[in-house]
């Protein structure tokens, strides 16, 4: 990952508006990327933009303990998990690119990006936070740990249920691997 | 040689490379003589591969826009989401347990509070009420409540030395860690207090009310005084969080959302420390 200059998080601190401009630019691609994985195409503007509005708030909050990348992510999976709490609680959105009726439609599914889009919107969210940690953001083991204020081996033991979980989805969607 | 069982188990480190040494070269041995579990790996690779081929989604050209206009906004007209709890928020929500079994046990809860009525500080209490039971589930909502119920306004931070006769602690040196969010002149039974709403770490809500008397007692007769930091506290134990009131600086503030009684004693340390040497 890319740090971001002392400097810059250092004016971010002190609500300059470039600064924040700068990075926004900086990091608004993975952190969107992540939302999309997360939470799904239709919400992840609305995600992104309280992300950030979180990392202008709360910035003034971060002592430099931790990279500023962990500190980030953090927040960012945070914001998701919280977005797909709420939405759980609404009940109002189906989960992304979730068809209503999901059993044995791969026929309908040609494209693979497609399965694993859907797949993905029905894996437990803390376990789907773990695996797109670690297979979109190429996470190691301890970052993910740090990111997401787990052990290691919690980091592990999801890792295994997510993709246990990821295969039998896909196999119950038709999926040959 | 290594079982299936435990090598599944042990499959994701192995498969991600954070396996070493003589588990790693079990489970390659195990792999190489077990079919099924060797399959398992495979998926485990076709898995990759699907995500990576997924396309690389770029964020709308307007969303900048968008942030500086919600950056723009009045801070409580924007949602404030709850982040999930850290290891040492959890830590610090078993600590509140303990402490709040002690109060419980009292039963100095603000469910026997509502029973009081009559004089100055009952009503207070009374008015306050849904503010409070409100709060740990949602502080935002529950500011709705305070303002719906009582007369209130939203404060400029530089128009306070004009509408209140002394500069409220929380504002000029909020508690360490936290920001000012919002300021407001709240009209409560008691008198007219200045509310400061500060954002913390892990988006813990921490209120205070800097109210213009000594001897303002929002929640009546009730709950327990101790000493705090050496000031006579009256504690009360709401769901998951404590309210408090104690007097500084010639006032008297209530500070409503702490975690527990030792965040309790950092924060009337804390403003001890920071009142004006005659008041102290």
Known sequence: MTAPTDQLVAACQQQDRQAQQKLYEEFSGRLYRLAVRMVGNEDADDVTQQIFLQVFRTIGQFGGRSRFETWLYRLAVNECLQHLRRRKQKALQPLLGEPASHQHDAEARTEQRELIEAALGRLEPDLRAVFVLREVEQMNYREIAEALDLSDGTVASRLNRARKQLRDILLDMGWVP | MMDCSKTEQLLSRYYDNELQGRERIAVSQHLAACARCARRAEEFRSLSEMVRRLPDPAPPAGLWARIVAALDQPALTRPTPTPVPSRARRVLQARWLAAAAVLLALGLTLGGLQRWRGS????????????????????????????????????????????????????????????????????????????????????????FFEHSRPDCHCFGHHGVTCQCAGRPTQIVAHAGYLAATWRVDGRSVTAVGVRDLTQLVQLVGYFARSESPSAS
Request: aromatic share 6%; charged share 25%; proline share 9%.
């Open chain 2, 120 to 207: 100055a500080p009952e009503e207070a209490m009374t008015s306050l009420t849904p503010y409070l039971q409100t709060f740990a589930e949602s502080p935002d909502r529950a500011q709705q409540i305070l303002l719906a119920r009582h007369e209130g306004e939203r404060l400029d931070i530089g128009d306070l030395r004009h509408r209140v006769p002394y500069r409220p602690l929380a504002v000029q040196r909020p508690p360490e860690g936290f920001v000012v969010d919002s300021v407001y002149l709240v009209k409560l039974s008691c008198c007219s207090c200045v509310e400061t709403i500060c954002r913390g770490p892990d988006g813990q809500t921490l209120v």
